[in-house]
């Protein structure tokens, strides 16, 4: 199975100017993107320890107050990684998607609140509310995605690949059985554009979805890595694996462990060439609370996976994906930067 994409990637100042000549050196307008920042990462971050590439989940970045693409890129540069997997908005709003009236980040919350079964009868009010216009902005989003311009997603890879940051996957919210025949292949597209490898989502539970989606995949030749959370088995993706060499996935070993499989390296060793990426966090198992907490304090062998990964030579990155409460004083710039540090020592130890 093909495996991912390191091609390297660029930088946003730089787009409509002479980079050239200037070396891909020239200065930003806004104050993030200023001479210093460009000084700060002149030498391009290096997340590949070891021979495993340490990614992230633009996702781990929800909480930061700038979303978009440019703000994401300079995150992702400051907790020192260089390859990704980049959430649909920050591209599509650097596309021109319309700007939504729901807050994502309270929404999210709620989402996790209700996996969790900790929502009160206002919450659930507020989240079906959010969910309301939500779906009323993804119509909107579906006339747009209709008419998009692919190259907008060219120069979001070419202002990424500058600063040296790859990106591997993509999840757009495009693949579900709700988003037309056209939203799914705009989607393979932007990820083509982009230099994905993959397109991620939240496995469907239906095996005609899946059959679908792997047979739309092979036409434009990029991987569907499915995800999940506690509902993870050894045999959660089989169906998915059977149907298409170009279904794949993007297991969650953090939820994995959650789910109570006891075994977490021995599925990474069994289906490592269906594995596209990875996503890590500390999780702990169900008697002890199923707490997502800061690395090192869980069950899941975080460790242990990232020696197995060393040692076998496998190429799929191990993702972070920022879940645990992030502490007083810090910010998710700087927890990543710690979950990254961790690999590190347990890659070089």
């Given at each position: ?112 609140k209700e996996r969790n ?21 993804n119509k909107e989003v ?208």
């Amino acid at each position: 199975m093909k495996k991912t994409n390191n091609s390297r990637l660029s930088r946003r100042t730089f787009l409509g100017t002479s980079t050239a000549a200037m070396g891909g050196l020239m200065l930003g307008t806004q104050g993030s993107f200023a001479a210093p920042a460009i000084l700060k990462h002149f030498r391009k971050p290096s997340s590949l320890i070891d021979g495993v590439q340490i990614g992230v989940i633009t996702y781990s970045y929800r909480s930061m107050p700038d979303q978009s693409a440019e703000a994401t890129l300079q995150y992702v540069l400051d907790s020192g990684i260089n390859a990704i997997e980049l959430m649909g908005d920050p591209a599509e709003s650097f596309a021109g998607k319309p700007e939504s009236p729901v807050d994502r980040r309270a929404m999210w919350g709620l989402i996790r609140k209700e996996r969790n079964n900790e929502l009160t009868d206002n919450e659930a009010t507020e989240l079906k509310e959010m969910q309301a216009a939500r779906d009323m902005y993804n119509k909107e989003v579906a006339m747009w995605r209709e008419k998009v311009d692919y190259n907008k997603f060219k120069q979001l890879k070419k202002l990424y690949d500058a600063s040296g940051v790859s990106i591997y996957g993509f999840k757009p919210s495009a693949f579900g059985k709700d988003n037309t025949d056209a939203e799914i292949n705009y989607g393979f597209k932007a990820a083509k554009a982009l230099g994905a490898s993959h397109v991620t989502l939240e496995h469907p539970s239906d095996d005609a979805h899946t059959q679908k989606l792997g047979e739309m995949a092979a036409k434009h030749k990029v991987y569907v890595a499915y995800h999940g959370h506690t509902q993870e088995t050894p045999t959660f993706w089989d169906t998915a694996l059977e149907q298409s060499k170009w279904n794949a996935m993007n297991i969650d070993i953090g939820h994995y462990v959650a789910a109570g499989n006891t075994d977490a390296l021995g599925i990474i060793e069994a289906k490592n060439d269906r594995i596209l990426s990875m996503h890590m966090k500390d999780r702990q198992t169900p008697e002890n609370g199923q707490a997502n907490l800061p690395w090192g304090q869980g069950d899941t062998p975080l460790k242990e996976i990232l020696a197995l990964m060393r040692d076998n030579k496998y190429d799929f990155p191990a993702t972070v994906e920022l879940e645990y409460e992030i502490p007083e004083g810090s910010d998710a710039v700087k927890e990543v930067a710690k979950c990254l540090d961790y690999c590190r020592q347990a890659l070089t130890m």
